[in-house]
């Protein structure tokens, strides 16, 4: 009975395999039809697509909580550290004569295109361990996020049909952020430069192309050139939390005017900005800034208080030489 038993679900596994790689298979072949209608070329989707798995990692992944929330002062701590400034400061004079003239060209302080390329992948150490298409095959076929990795995967082989890059050398993240400045496919398509005129947009190996794409894209999202990002502020006693509001902006001559300093105790800037204060810590009043324009457009590409304001933490150590 035993035996007969183990045999049974023996087979039962066997069968209930088989029918995943047959609704898999079946998959595959609706999307390939649907991405040669969008034009992507035979050749490219056999280069992608052939042999292609599932990775039972990435659905892991996508699916897992943290198990603790760092607090904002860990993560300030953790994510802009001095060895982080000080190799940024390297990096800055490493590449100066460059990162000058796309800054001139494109509009965008070279300290913030730095700040960036070292807080998404440590200045180009760490860019993900994930071959993109197949990340993008299992997030999209999966179903908890299925349509937006779907536009992603089809934007992905788009990428690839151009010729910027190689399937095998299309890596990035889990979720398909991919190269030194951890682009998604889609803001790869609206962002990123050529900046060599080589004929690909290369933000895997080619730093011309890695800060051209990341000055590019703070440029087409708002950025101000003649204006900084923000700084650390004392608030008075009396202030009213519910100042600490986006919504709520006032020109800095109107935040002096309630008792706002700078951290140091001195007046705020005479220049008249319009600025808005931002307490990451939730109950907190202390660490406080004062931000502005720029501050929001940093924000665009990535929504979260703490790497909008770590960016702008680092590009300040790394411009005070």
Wanted: aromatic share 10%; proline share 4%.
């Amino acid at each position: 009975m035993l035996a007969r038993i183990v045999v049974l679900v023996s087979a039962l596994f066997l069968w209930t395999g088989s029918v995943a790689a047959a609704e898999f298979e079946d998959w595959m072949r609706e999307f390939r039809a649907e991405a040669q209608g969008r034009g992507i070329t035979t050749a490219t989707l056999d280069g992608a697509l052939n042999g292609i798995s599932l990775i039972p990692r990435v659905v892991e992944l996508d699916r897992k909580q943290p198990e603790f929330t760092l607090t904002y002062t860990q993560y300030r701590d953790r994510v802009v550290p001095l060895s982080r400034i000080k190799k940024g400061r390297s990096k800055l004079a490493e590449n100066r004569a460059l990162l000058q003239e796309i800054g001139s060209k494109i509009g965008v302080q070279p300290r913030f295109i730095v700040a960036l390329w070292g807080i998404e992948t440590d200045f180009g150490r760490v860019t993900g361990g994930f071959k993109v298409v197949p990340a993008l095959v299992t997030l999209a076929y999966d179903g908890r996020r299925s349509a937006y990795f779907r536009k992603e995967l089809h934007n992905a082989l788009r990428i690839l049909n151009e010729g910027h890059i190689t399937p095998g050398a299309m890596v990035g993240s889990w979720a398909g952020a991919m190269g030194q400045c951890q682009f998604m496919p889609s803001s790869f398509l609206a962002h990123a430069i050529d900046y060599n005129g080589d004929g690909r947009r290369d933000i895997w190996t080619t730093r011309e192309d890695v800060f051209a794409s990341a000055a590019n894209y703070l440029a087409k999202s708002g950025w101000r050139a003649d204006q900084t990002w923000g700084r650390e502020v004392r608030l008075p006693d009396n202030f009213d939390r519910a100042m600490a509001d986006l919504k709520v902006r006032k020109p800095i001559s109107g935040w002096q005017a309630l008792g706002v300093r700078r951290a140091d105790g001195t007046d705020l800037p005479s220049r008249q900005l319009s600025a808005s204060i931002v307490l990451p810590e939730k109950g907190k009043m202390s660490p406080a800034y004062m931000v502005y324009s720029n501050y929001r457009t940093i924000l665009k590409w990535n929504r979260s208080t703490y790497f909008a304001l770590a960016v702008g933490l680092l590009s300040d150590g790394i411009g005070a030489q």
